[in-house]
């Protein structure tokens, strides 16, 4: 079992930055292939980007070139790094992991990107 608090969000202008943070419980965290996904109103949640255990990063066509996922294993924290932040972006941003093909969430931090 793993507990996931995702921080960072925050109101931003178009062109802006922000760095969302993501601190996993437990000793495993090396092991764990880590996520961020975000939602949108009215949308499904959908994958943003990944990092396996190995440090292997995916990542959705729509951040690909502007968003930078990494991890820290000695602070059990995964990084979004979201830069040149358009409107689209906006959404609640999760964090993500599956222990034995169980997924964990966290509670979500709200990003806004707005003018």
């Known amino acids: 079992q793993v507990q996931l608090v995702e921080s960072g969000g925050g109101l931003v202008q178009p062109g802006g930055s922000l760095r969302l943070s993501c601190v996993a419980s437990?000793?495993?965290?090396?092991?764990?292939?880590m996520g961020w996904y975000r939602q949108a109103p009215g949308n499904e949640r959908e994958l943003v980007a990944v990092?396996?255990?190995?440090?292997?990063?995916t990542y959705a066509d729509s951040v690909k070139g502007r968003f930078t996922i990494s991890r820290d294993n000695a602070k059990n924290t995964v990084y979004l790094q979201m830069n040149s932040l358009k409107v689209e972006d906006t959404a609640i941003y999760y964090c993500?992991?599956?222990?034995?093909?169980?997924?964990?969430w966290g509670q979500g931090t709200q990003v806004t990107v707005s003018s």
């Open positions: 993500n992991t599956e222990i034995l093909w169980r997924p964990y």
């Open positions: 437990g000793s495993n965290f090396r092991f764990l292939n």
């Open positions: 990092v396996t255990s190995g440090g292997s990063t």
